[in-house]
């Protein structure tokens, strides 16, 4: 069993920046693709971007192309999530969430391993 535990949530100006991390407590991290999806109240779960196993493919959701990347640290069993340019419309719970097979998804189904999430908010 894996656990996925994310830090670095909080509240932030607009404008502003926030680092969030996901430690994964066993198993071959280097091995997952890892993702971040987010949800705000009221709407469904939606993909933000994600990672393959060997960090040489990304997938970025349109609306933070630009703003947010996404890396992995094999040696820490930690993956990143840094966000730039936040804006109010990013306030949600971050989760990640490891792949154990395969390469980096947009599908929510595809991943085996959540984390409980953090939030974020950006006030304007």
């Known amino acids: 069993q894996v656990q996925l535990v994310e830090s670095g949530g909080g509240l932030v100006q607009a404008g502003g920046s926030l680092r969030l991390s996901c430690a994964a407590s066993a198993g071959t991290f280097r091995r997952y693709a890892m993702g971040w999806f987010r949800q705000a109240p009221g709407k469904d779960r939606e993909f933000v971007l994600a990672?393959?196993?060997?960090?040489?493919?990304?997938y970025y959701a349109d609306s933070v192309k630009g703003r947010f990347t996404i890396s992995k640290d094999n040696a820490k069993n930690t993956d990143y999530l840094q966000m730039n340019s936040l804006k109010p419309e990013d306030t949600a719970v971050y989760y990640c969430?490891?792949?154990?097979?395969?390469?980096?998804?947009?599908?929510?189904?595809?991943?085996?391993?959540w984390g409980q999430g953090t939030q974020v908010t950006v006030s304007s």
């Open positions: 990672i393959s196993w060997s960090g040489d493919t990304t």
């Open positions: 969430a490891a792949k154990l097979f395969g390469g980096a998804a947009q599908n929510p189904s595809e991943y085996h391993y």
